[in-house]
């Protein structure tokens, strides 16, 4: 065998992607985490802020520009990171992908088309990781905060989670089902526009169009229910924050801080359900075209078989 050709496997799901680029992404996971604790915490802190203020004290002050300052140097790390560490994930996943289409004898316009569905996963990873992991952060760390001012607050936060669970449920078969027709157009884009028929480029950007909306429909009624919920929460807990005693000022501005950042998260949730049932669809379909023992020009013979657990400093 030529010791510049080598047999690779791709593995296009969400979890063989990560695991083939696992040190790299649990860096910008462990960098997202660390930020949004920081972030979480901030409610709190100008909660204690303003109470120093008025009882004349600045020390509370000190502290919330002390973190406001970590908070930001996090932040610009991370993203100088993830620009790096995606640029290249990209890179190697997209050559890997045209060889995969070549090898299946796809048409030009197959392979074009399913190349950027593989710059979609990663923009999944890029966009949708950070995304992901800032709600849970949100969710998790305003519910810990909001029992910690009243167990009550906390019960009706919860609530809203399960109703938002069963939205989820009961809308992802049909939005799986419209993003693989969107798919399937996509893929035929150039092959309608080279045709030079006028009714077939009509029909096939009108049938894009009608799936977009459609997708735009669900996700703006699940948006919209969401964000209800959330109203019925900042009202609930203002309620109740009036009876907890010995309240203070600044417990009522972190108490309502965390309840908005808990609605932030909340309604954050159907853009992450849609982007996670997209990026599975992609998966499966570039999977398909990936057949196993491909060849790959410029390796090494001692390229492990597996790209799924090949050595990432390649």
């Not at 949004?36 to 008025?54: E, F, M, S």
């Not at 909001?146 to 938002?164: E, K, T």
């Not at 526009?193 to 009714?199: D, F």
């Not at 078989?305 to 050595?311: D, M």
Request: glycine content about 6%; charged content about 20%.
């Amino acid at each position: 065998m030529d010791q510049n050709v080598a047999h690779f496997d791709t593995d296009y799901s969400l979890w063989g992607i990560f695991t083939r680029f696992k040190w790299s992404i649990l860096g910008t996971f462990c960098l997202v985490v660390i930020e949004n604790l920081i972030l979480i915490a901030q409610p709190y802190l100008i909660g204690r802020t303003v109470d120093g203020l008025i009882a004349g004290d600045y020390s509370n002050l000190k502290v919330y520009i002390c973190v406001a300052l970590a908070h930001v140097c996090i932040t610009t790390t991370r993203m100088g990171y993830d620009d790096r560490t995606y640029a290249r994930i990209r890179a190697r996943l997209s050559i890997e992908t045209v060889i995969h289409q070549q090898r299946a004898k796809s048409s030009l316009s197959e392979t074009s088309e399913r190349t950027a569905l593989c710059d979609e996963i990663l923009g999944f990873f890029e966009r949708g990781l950070f995304v992901i992991v800032k709600s849970f952060v949100e969710i998790i760390g305003a519910m810990a905060m909001l029992a910690y001012f009243d167990w009550r607050i906390c019960l009706a936060a919860f609530f809203s989670m399960v109703v938002s669970q069963l939205i989820w449920i009961s809308t992802r078969s049909r939005v799986k089902a419209l993003f693989t027709q969107r798919n399937n157009q996509r893929e035929k884009k150039v092959q309608e526009i080279e045709s030079g028929n006028h009714q077939r480029i009509a029909n096939h950007f009108n049938s894009i169009a009608r799936i977009k909306v459609k997708l735009s429909d669900y996700e703006a009624f699940s948006s919209g229910a969401f964000e209800l919920m959330g109203v019925a929460v900042f009202c609930f807990s203002a309620l109740v924050a009036n009876t907890i005693d010995a309240v203070t000022a600044g417990m009522l501005i972190a108490c309502f801080g965390y309840v908005k950042s808990l609605n932030n998260a909340t309604t954050r949730l159907p853009n992450i359900f849609h982007a996670i049932v997209g990026v599975s669809e992609i998966a499966g379909r570039l999977q398909a075209m990936a057949p196993r023992g491909a060849l790959l020009s410029g390796y090494k013979a001692s390229t492990p078989t597996s790209v799924t657990s090949s050595n990432e400093a390649q």
